[in-house]
């Protein structure tokens, strides 16, 4: 029998490997994205159904009175469109979400958690990968809007860009910490009606609010808990060239808060996922 | 049969000390879901240039302890190390060391065979450049080099297993560990994998540990755990399993130390 001498000094990652394996899931996350085009048809076809049947609709019923960032009346249109980008990037953290439970009863997201790179990165790097394919479908759908007439100040367009990474990121963490949860994909449902909805409804993505305050304080306080309501915020007063200090403070907070949450849901030593038991073997 | 009795190389005074370190090295390992105890006390040593069978039905406990050994879940109790390194305290030496094979498919059907491999490549931190020239050298091995442009859900299950194969190796591991790799395939799939992973070991010197429930992949000169119930019940050559069970062969040493094996199939 031949005897092989093992000698492999190899140690560490360098700085150059790190960015190469956070290119590989960046690239990975978009080539799944563009192998799945009913994924980026619905991220746009959701959006625009709302503004422009909802929001056309509600545009006669609904005053929009001069509140800040905005200086002037606007039409409903301008007001709900940074809720609908918000609502992009939560549906697009939620799928997220999704396909690491899908990848997770596939196999797949072992590949991931088998890699020689700190866990803490792998997922990092995840949430970065589909942080950027959110603003991607934000901006298509921006073309879009202006198209219809929705028009944000020019420099808006730039100044929004980072808000939607720490926006993406937070619903992004938040879509992580949930897969981390979800046993199986079947249980995806209950996402929908008990995270999705709740937060996009009881948020200022569809009206001020001034306006939910009047009608309901109890609706108003959940509004005013929800960590949406400051992405929406945070987006809104970005387009405008503004920044909403308390907003881009909660989202940050959240941000980190999530991520660390999913961190250490996915670590083996404390994680959730250890303790659900292994195959069939 | 103890540990240490577990046949390794054969050690060569003119070879540095360094080359009998294990590949894998199981200690004391214990692991339980809850109440129910998975492993108990599992340990179990691999070596360069050898051809470890783990042995055990469904439920054994094996993917558990494949789950262990590539950090998945981390050690209750026990360690794992792998070239010397503590899956647990440098989980990152450890698993650039190891190529895994799961049971489960893990490969992403909807993309194609060449950048699931780049995939792979980026994710142990290979450049592009290099990543490209190993996938094509790989797939000419495993002879899909044709079909590296095709979605993988366009292969077939034993075409599935050999790229799983081959991304193990891509980033050029010392040792290969697969679980249950040839489930669900055909007879000429499942003879074609094992031998060439068997190849690997002969020619390469790759450690491999192969968990199977398959009797027929188990060959004289092997290594052999056999894993029941959670618990090593034996383990060393083939010949000296057979013999320290006073069986005749490796089907009847089986069925004598687990007290009867209906799913082990041949």
């Known amino acids: 029998m031949s005897v092989v001498a093992i000698n492999d000094e190899r140690r560490g990652f360098t700085v150059g490997q790190y960015l190469i394996c956070l290119r590989g899931i960046t690239w990975r996350e978009a080539l799944r994205f563009v192998h799945q085009r009913e994924r980026f048809i619905s991220a746009l076809v959701r959006p625009l159904v709302w503004l422009f049947i909802f929001a056309a609709g509600f545009r006669q019923i609904l005053g929009v009175s001069i509140i800040p960032p905005y200086e002037t009346y606007v039409l409903y249109d301008d007001y709900v469109t940074p809720g609908l980008m918000a609502m992009i990037q939560l549906f697009n953290g939620m799928q997220s979400s999704l396909s690491m439970v899908y990848d997770r009863e596939m196999g797949n997201m072992r590949m991931l958690l088998v890699s020689p790179f700190p866990r803490w990165f792998l997922l990092t790097g995840k949430l970065l990968a589909s942080t950027s394919v959110s603003i991607l479908q934000v901006y298509a759908y921006l073309v879009v809007a202006w198209l219809w007439g929705v028009e944000a100040p020019a420099w808006g367009y730039v100044a929004v860009l980072p808000a939607l990474a720490l926006t993406g990121m937070m619903l992004g963490a938040l ?84 991520t660390a949450g999913a961190i250490i849901a996915y670590d083996p030593a404390r994680g959730l996922i250890a303790r659900r038991g292994g195959g069939a073997g | 049969m103890s540990v240490a009795e577990i046949a390794g190389p054969t050690v060569d005074s003119t070879h540095d000390p360094a080359s009998i370190v294990p590949a894998v090295a199981v200690h004391g390992v214990s692991h339980a879901y809850g109440t129910r105890k998975a492993l108990q006390d599992v340990s179990l040593m691999v070596y360069a240039s050898r051809f470890t069978a783990l042995l055990g039905l469904n439920g054994a406990g094996k993917t558990t302890l494949f789950s262990l050994i590539t950090r998945l879940y981390d050690t209750q109790q026990g360690s794992i190390e792998v070239l010397g390194h503590r899956v647990s305290r440098e989980p990152g030496e450890a698993l650039r060391r190891l190529g895994v094979v799961f049971q489960a498919r893990t490969l992403d059907l909807d993309i194609s065979v060449m950048d699931n491999l780049l995939y792979h490549a980026a994710l142990h931190g290979i450049g592009s450049r290099a990543a490209r020239r190993r996938a094509d050298a790989v797939l000419q091995e495993i002879d899909l ?122």
């Not at chain 1, 897969?179 to 996009?200: D, K, W, Y």
């Open chain 2, 145 to 266: 080099a044709d079909r590296a442009r095709d979605q993988v859900r366009k292969l077939s299950g034993g075409q599935m297993r050999r790229v799983e194969i081959a991304r193990a190796l891509l980033h050029q591991p010392r040792i290969l560990v697969l679980d249950e790799p040839t489930v669900g395939l055909d007879v000429a799939s499942r003879s074609a994998i094992l031998r060439h992973v068997r190849s690997l070991v002969r020619e390469r010197g790759v450690a491999v540990l192969w968990a199977t429930h398959l009797l027929d992949e188990v060959i004289a000169g092997d290594a052999v755990v056999v894993l029941h119930r959670g618990r090593v019940l034996a383990s060393g050559d083939v010949a000296d399993v057979v013999s320290a069970a006073g069986a005749v062969d490796m089907r009847s040493a089986f069925i004598a130390l687990t007290g009867g094996a209906p799913e082990i199939q041949e």
């Open chain 1, 175 to 258: 879509g992580m910490l949930l897969s981390s949860v979800i046993r199986q994909l079947e249980n995806f449902a209950g996402v929908m009606n008990f995270v999705i909805f709740p937060m996009f409804f009881a948020s200022s993505a569809l009206y001020p609010l001034w306006l939910v305050q009047q009608s309901s304080p109890v609706v108003y306080t959940v509004c005013r808990l929800n960590p949406f309501t400051y992405a929406v915020e945070l987006i809104r007063f970005a387009l405008y060239l503004r920044i909403d200090w308390i907003s881009l403070a909660v989202v940050t907070g959240m941000t980190i808060l999530f």
